[in-house]
């Protein structure tokens, strides 16, 4: 299963050296996680841009090598380590210059061990990514790369941060300690740089933060923000919500606004209120089922999506079940499906009642065949239809390109079309996680 939370695989090339061509600095900036971590590293690549540096793809060729990482799950830890041996053999053979290590990990107790063990240049958490501005040798620093300032500027499709933080202090998540408490951004900050991004060229704005609809500031809440943006970019999402806050008011504007892609991503966790009230998630089963049917009859061709822990300590046997009536319940479009995984400064790391892993495997496995059961169904319901399509990433070698439809599906669509266009197209047959279009002549 794919997921909003997983670092894009990486293969660590060993092919010879090689400089930019105008002989300039070079750096690699790679990217583990959440969307918030993709925006971040936008705003460094502007910091290591300004300073001089040409971007390179491959480790072998960056003389500074910037890890972004996430600190999620366990074998985000691991899949960064695996990096890190990678690019101390590089530094060893001359190739890689300094290695910095960022994000989630950065601001992790764990960092001091990964520095001293590989050999880490510089450590940043998620609240001082502007100090890496001095550290490639950029005057100013805290001023000039605070979260105000657009990080995907004349992109066709670019994110937005509209808060940082998070208030909530769910028993698995290791989010608040590393990212702090919720700060909210002002309304007129963030309109100012969506009204900018769209006379950049930017045809597509993602609202960003942890828990998007908590977002509050001077009187006005995410709705009016939402609406706000709506008005000015002509096509908008936003992720992450929480259930607590998601208003009737935000889920028919979903419905009732043209410019608002139909689709929403709210994460469940668990069906089982027992299991819900040990995660601290603030809210019954029953309330999120009652969401969803507001969401579902403002927005009848819409998707939803939800994120789903398995084999938290205590899960058991009759929550697992509880989790599988919901999932059918609300007919999920997709799910990201976690297994627990504990995460040191949890509360959720002390708790006892661990879950064998042979019991988290058969449980994540029935939770994901009941949520692509449901999506194939759902999907194969758009078979016929014609629809319009925004390019994301534009076709490889097969001549596929990959978009999205109104209603928030993936599209694998027959086009030449860049990304940020939109196109024509019937959908010809359907996937549990795609849809598969032909042009229309
Ligand atoms: N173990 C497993 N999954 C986790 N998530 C967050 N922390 C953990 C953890 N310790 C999942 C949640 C969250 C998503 C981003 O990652 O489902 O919504
Ligand atoms: Fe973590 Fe819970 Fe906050 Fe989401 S709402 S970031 S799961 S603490």
Redesign the pocket.
């Known amino acids: 299963m794919s997921s909003t939370t997983q670092a894009t695989p990486i293969p660590l090339s060993r092919k010879p050296a090689g400089r930019s061509a105008s002989g300039a600095k070079t750096a690699c900036i790679r990217t583990f996680g959440c969307q918030m971590n993709v925006h971040d590293s936008d705003r460094m690549r502007r910091m290591i841009q300004d300073a001089g540096y040409a971007e390179v793809q491959r480790y072998e060729d960056a003389d500074l090598v910037i890890l972004n990482t996430c600190y999620v799950r366990e074998n985000a830890v691991d899949r960064v380590k695996g990096h890190l041996g990678e690019l101390n053999r590089l530094r060893r053979e001359g190739r890689v210059k300094k290695v910095a290590l960022t994000g989630c990990i950065g601001a992790a107790e764990e960092s001091a061990a990964l520095q001293r063990t590989y050999d880490i240049d510089l450590v940043l958490g998620t609240h001082n990514t502007y100090e890496l501005a001095e550290f490639v040798g950029l005057p100013t620093m805290r001023e000039t790369y605070t979260p105000e300032l657009p990080g995907t500027e004349g992109e066709h499709n670019a994110f937005v941060t509209i808060m940082t933080g998070?208030n909530?202090?769910?028993s698995y998540?290791i989010?608040?300690s590393v990212r702090g408490r919720m700060i909210c951004r002002p309304m007129e900050s963030v309109t100012r740089e969506v009204k900018n991004l769209v006379a950049g060229g930017t045809g597509y704005v993602t609202l960003l933060g942890?828990?998007v609809d908590a977002w509050r500031h001077e009187g006005r809440r995410f709705c009016d923000l939402l609406e706000a943006v709506s008005e000015i970019a002509p096509r908008v999402w936003f992720t992450?919500s929480?259930p607590s806050n998601m208003e009737e008011r935000t889920l028919r504007a979903i419905g009732e606004r043209d410019t608002i892609v139909k689709r929403l991503h709210l994460?469940v966790q668990s069906g089982s209120d027992r299991m819900l009230k040990v995660m601290h998630r603030g809210y019954k089963a029953e309330r999120y089922r009652r969401k969803i049917e507001v969401f579902r009859e403002a927005t009848p061709d819409g998707t939803l999506s939800t994120d789903i822990i398995v084999g938290h300590p205590g899960e058991t046997e009759e929550d697992h079940e509880q989790t599988l009536r919901l999932v059918e319940d609300c007919a999920f479009d997709s799910a990201y499906i976690f297994k627990f995984s504990p995460r040191r400064g949890t509360e959720a790391a002390t708790l006892p009642g661990t879950v064998p892993d042979a019991v988290v495997q058969r449980r994540f496995l029935e939770v994901l065949r009941q949520v692509e059961q449901n999506a194939f169904l759902r999907n194969q319901r758009k078979v016929g239809e014609v629809e319009e399509i925004y390019i994301r990433h534009g076709s490889t070698e097969d001549g596929k390109a990959i978009g999205e439809t109104w209603s928030g599906h993936a599209v694998h669509v027959n086009t030449g079309a860049a990304p940020g266009n939109y196109v024509k197209a019937r959908i010809e047959s359907a996937g549990p996680h795609v849809l598969y279009a032909r042009i229309m002549n």
Request: glycine share 0%; with cysteine.
């Open positions: 998070c909530y202090q769910c998540c989010v608040p942890q828990t992450t929480h994460p």
